[in-house]
Structure formats: structure tokens, C-alpha cells
Nanobody, 125 residues
Framework: QVQLVDSGGGLVQAGGSLRLSCTASGRTFSTSAMAWFRQAPGKERELVAGINWSGANTYYADSVKGRFTISRDNTKNTVSLQMNSLKPEDTAVYYC??????????????????WGQGTQVTVSS
């Protein structure tokens, strides 16, 4: 059974930092793209950051460029999201996602086959 487990969310003041982690089990994702999405109340799920299978190519939403960094460790089957200079508008549930076989990042949530359970990030002003 394939499972993605998100962790690392919490409550932080504006300007603070958090690090999200996602651990995959049940199969290896070393040849698949992975990503972090987020969804705020009343809004659609949006891509925050994505990373291709090797880690050589990354994608960031304009709203987080320069503040967030995505990374992966294929030996541990994990993907992480370092979030710095957090803003209240970053408040959302964050989800780890993985593609079944595709190596490159897809912008739409429909391009991902596996999802974590989500972790809440709340940034207070």
C-alpha cells in the first residue's frame, strides 16, 4: 500500500520559518516528480513547489519564490519544503503529492496520483 505522510506544520508568527517533510512508503518515487500543494479555505488547491525525479529541476509559485525551497532525498524516499519569511497569506493545509511514473513536475493537481493527508500551516500577523 502506497502512503505519503506529511508532517511539520504548525502555528508560527509572520516572518518565521517552518520545514515540512513527506515520507513515502510502499514504493520508491526516485523516478517520479513530487510536489507540495496548498489549499486555503474557500480556495482551490494550488501548486506551491515541485521537483523533478532527480532534483535538478524545480518549480515555484510566484508567491513563494525566494522564500520556499523544495528538496528531495531519493535514498530516503522523502521530499521537504523549507518555508522562510512566512506571511499570513501562506496559511493553508499543505499536501505532499507524487506522480505515479512521470519524471517532470505537473502544475495541476490532476497530474498527481498519490497524496499525503495534509498538514496545517497557520501564520499569525
Amino acid at each position: 500500500q502506497v502512503q505519503l505522510v506529511d508532517s511539520g506544520g504548525g502555528l508560527v508568527q509572520a516572518g518565521g520559518s517552518l520545514r515540512l517533510s513527506c515520507t513515502a512508503s510502499g514504493r520508491t518515487f526516485s523516478t517520479s516528480a513530487m510536489a507540495w500543494f496548498r489549499q486555503a479555505p474557500g480556495k482551490e488547491r494550488e501548486l506551491v513547489a515541485g521537483i523533478n525525479w532527480s532534483g535538478a529541476n524545480t518549480y515555484y509559485a510566484d508567491s513563494v519564490k525566494g522564500r520556499f525551497t523544495i528538496s528531495r532525498d531519493n535514498t530516503k524516499n522523502t521530499v521537504s519544503l523549507q518555508m522562510n519569511s512566512l506571511k499570513p497569506e501562506d496559511t493553508a493545509v499543505y499536501y505532499c503529492a507524487a506522480r505515479r511514473t512521470s519524471r517532470e513536475v505537473h502544475i495541476s493537481p490532476k497530474g498527481y496520483d498519490y497524496w499525503g493527508q495534509g498538514t496545517q500551516v497557520t501564520v499569525s500577523s
